[in-house]
C-alpha cells in the first residue's frame, strides 16, 4: 500500500535540497513517475493522482488511517486562518503563517520525531532560527 509517508519521503527527499530553478524540472518529472501506472506481483498499488496546479511541493499528501484514500492538500490550506497574535507579543516573537512555514516545520518536525539532525540553510534573516524555535 503507498502511503502519505512513502509519498511525501520521495517529495522530499530527493527534491527538499534542490535548487529554486530545478524545482520545475523535478516537479514535472516526479508528476509522471506518478502517472506511471506500475504493477507489482503481489503487492498491492494504486495510483497516485497529483494536482495539476502548482509544484508538488506546495501540497502535502495525506491519507486515512489505514493508509488508503490520500489526497493532496495545499499548505495554504493547513493555516489555522482564526489564529490571532497576542497584544503581549514582541515582534520577533510573531510568525506569520505562510506555505513555507508550513512546510518547513512540518518537516523539522517530523526529522525531530524520527531523530534526524537537521540542517535549515539559507540567507540570514529568512526565518531559519524562527521555524525552529517556533516547532520546538
Known amino acids: 500500500m503507498i502511503d502519505s509517508y512513502f509519498v511525501m519521503s520521495i517529495v522530499w527527499s530527493l527534491g527538499g535540497s534542490i535548487t529554486t530553478e530545478c524545482r520545475k524540472p523535478f516537479d514535472l518529472y516526479t508528476k509522471k513517475l506518478f502517472a506511471l501506472d506500475i504493477k507489482f506481483p503481489d ?3 494504486k495510483k ?18 489505514g493508509g488508503t ?11 489555522d486562518k ?20 508550513m512546510r518547513y516545520s512540518f518537516l523539522l518536525f517530523q526529522n525531530i ?16 532560527s524562527v521555524y525552529i524555535k517556533n516547532v520546538l
Not at 514582541?90 to 512555514?101: C, L, N, Y
Open 113 to 128: 520525531i524520527n531523530k534526524i539532525p537537521t540542517l535549515f540553510c539559507g540567507q540570514t534573516g529568512t526565518g531559519k
Open 43 to 45: 503487492i498491492k498499488t
Open 48 to 65: 497516485i493522482y497529483v494536482p495539476d496546479r502548482g509544484q508538488i511541493f506546495d501540497y502535502k499528501y495525506v491519507t486515512k488511517a
Open 69 to 79: 484514500d490520500g489526497q493532496w492538500i495545499s499548505w495554504n490550506d493547513l493555516i
Open 82 to 101: 482564526s489564529e490571532s497574535i497576542s497584544d503581549k507579543m514582541q515582534a520577533s516573537e510573531i510568525i506569520v503563517k505562510t506555505m513555507d512555514t
